[in-house]
């Protein structure tokens, strides 16, 4: 069994852009494209929601390795 803490770090694997969903995936366990459906989605309005939220998490998550 694991004892070590879940880390949320950005994906060097599964990444389109810089790994944030890749990330996130990782995670929380569940398929990245959901993440990137919701980055979408968030971008619909005018684009600066989704845009400012992944250039924030851009920011927060350090990279993997």
């Given at each position: 069994?694991?004892?070590?803490?879940?880390?949320?770090?950005?994906?060097?694997?599964?990444r389109?852009?810089?790994?944030?969903?890749?990330?996130?995936?990782?995670?929380?366990?569940?398929?990245?494209?959901?993440?990137?459906?919701?980055?979408?989605?968030?971008?619909?309005?005018?684009?600066?929601?989704?845009?400012?939220?992944?250039?924030?998490?851009?920011?927060?998550?350090?990279?993997?390795?």
């Amino acid at each position: 069994m694991n004892n070590e803490p879940k880390t949320l770090r950005r994906s060097s694997s599964d990444r389109i852009l810089f790994g944030v969903c890749g990330g996130l995936g990782e995670y929380f366990g569940v398929d990245p494209v959901w993440f990137r459906l919701l980055f979408v989605l968030f971008g619909l309005p005018g684009g600066v929601p989704g845009i400012l939220l992944y250039l924030i998490c851009l920011v927060i998550i350090p990279e993997a390795g």
